[in-house]
């Protein structure tokens, strides 16, 4: 249709301005309807479905003509901070930057695909979710139970206008430990405590992971490894009679996740009362770890064939996953950096919002 870069630019920013407006931050994640209407408004001629998938889970399909690859971008975003120098939920320009929330994570890319759709005329599917930062992925769940008919899935995250084909996957933890109360002074306090148990483990999981650091997949080096919580016990002299952990680590897509939960497991040495994992997402690829490098270069494969720029792996999870898992050819791709994501006064540069709203335009035409 033959719009100039610094029409279109306006075009996204004029979007990006109202995505922003509205508040859609999860938690709470109390986002109402009225971005979906917004944004249904501005895709005359695709076919637009409506889904709620309940505690606030909301999908926009807008599909025109038929397409064979669907474009996903969240329109969730982390809560606000005190740190916000303005208000977070007013776009500002400034130093060639558009700062707001969820401009970089990742309504940009929102605005760039309706900028996008209205400068074109061909096949296109997007999906718009709204569940992504509260690990809970009813969106990505329910369109890919529906027999949806798509082979390849484009998914909005802060990659710098560069095709990510690898990342790792996530996992996290919960851990209990029972010990017997007591008093601290009593011979048996070293082994009857729970946060003794709890330390004992940890050390052994420290060097589990140690172990793993030889360990390599496209450009990706080592298993990542947290332990963000430790509670428990009562005072200085009292046996801790219960101790829980809370522990997450980040697998290569070569990494079989259920192997080191028995390992992790295995650390307790027989002092778990419990052991639950409570959140799991896939690595990129995200099919069976045997076929993980084949599945990577079917996704090279796709960046090549749209001419898009081929980035590094990177550690930060993203649904991506999802699709590769359910067998489609899944890619990151988006404007910004992720060193901005979720930060006060978080931005996206105007060139890579030109940049990246360009590239949509080209593939889409």
């Known amino acids: 249709m033959g719009v100039s870069g610094d029409l279109l630019l306006s075009r996204v920013l004029g979007h990006l301005e109202k995505l922003v407006s509205f508040d859609t931050r999860n938690p709470p994640r109390a986002i109402g309807t009225g971005i979906f209407a917004y944004i249904q408004a501005q895709l005359p001629g695709f076919r637009c479905t409506l889904q709620d998938h309940g505690d606030g889970a909301i999908s926009l399909l807008a599909v025109r003509g038929r397409p064979t690859r669907v474009f996903n971008v969240h329109l969730d975003t982390v809560p606000s901070s005190p740190a916000w120098s303005a208000d977070p939920f007013t776009l500002r320009i400034e130093n060639q930057r558009a700062v707001g929330l969820g401009a970089c994570d990742i309504k940009a890319a929102a605005a760039g695909l309706i900028a996008a759709a209205n400068a074109t005329g061909g096949d296109a599917a997007f999906l718009f979710s709204s569940d992504e930062e509260a690990n809970d992925p009813r969106c990505i769940a329910a369109f890919l139970a529906a027999g949806h008919g798509y082979a390849e899935a484009i998914v909005a995250e802060p990659t710098r206008c560069e095709a990510v084909l690898a990342h790792r996957g996530i996992s996290s933890v919960l851990l209990r430990f029972k010990g017997e109360a007591g008093h601290a002074s009593g011979a048996g306090a070293l082994q009857a405590s729970a946060l003794h148990q709890a330390v004992r483990w940890g050390a052994r999981a420290l060097d589990l992971v ?156």
């Open 210 to 365: 140690e172990g793993e650091s030889h360990l390599r997949f496209g450009g990706l080096t080592g298993l990542r490894f947290n332990i963000g919580k430790v509670e428990g016990g009562i005072k200085a002299n009292v046996i801790a009679p219960e101790a829980e952990v809370r522990f997450g680590f980040r697998p290569l897509p070569s990494q079989d996740v259920d192997d080191l939960h028995t390992r992790f497991g295995a650390c307790a040495e027989g002092a778990l009362e419990r052991y639950e994992e409570t959140f799991r997402g896939p690595s990129l690829p995200g099919g069976d770890v045997a076929t993980a490098e084949e599945q990577r270069l079917r996704a090279r494969d796709l960046a090549d064939e749209l001419q898009l720029p081929i980035g590094n792996a990177v550690d930060f999870w993203t649904e991506a996953s999802l699709f590769s898992r359910a067998g489609m050819t899944a890619i990151v791709y988006g404007p910004g950096d992720i060193a901005q994501a979720h930060c006060a006064d978080e931005w996206v540069s105007l060139r890579q919002l030109r940049n990246y709203t360009e590239s949509i335009v080209r593939i889409l035409q």
